[in-house]
């Protein structure tokens, strides 16, 4: 999908079937199918039953007046 700022440090790699997406350098419960969580996997009935991919929600943006972190 992407590289990371610095050449050759990290990727970002996408799932073709699920859509998940992830850093070549996260730890292996993040990138190695053996390893991710069996209560956050799904099958591939539960992706072709799943009513929409949620969408990203705007930034939300800081109150004028406000500081910023």
Do not use: K, N
Not at 24 to 38: F, G, I, V
Not at 52 to 57: D, Q, S, Y
């Amino acid at each position: 999908m992407t590289g990371s700022p610095v050449p050759g440090v990290w990727e970002v790699l996408q799932c073709a079937r699920c859509l998940y997406m992830w850093r070549t350098s996260e730890p292996a419960r993040r990138t190695r199918r053996d390893a991710y969580p069996e209560e956050f996997m799904l099958t591939p009935e539960d992706i072709a039953a799943a009513p929409e991919v949620p969408a990203v929600p705007p930034l939300r943006r800081p109150e004028a007046g406000t500081a910023t972190r």
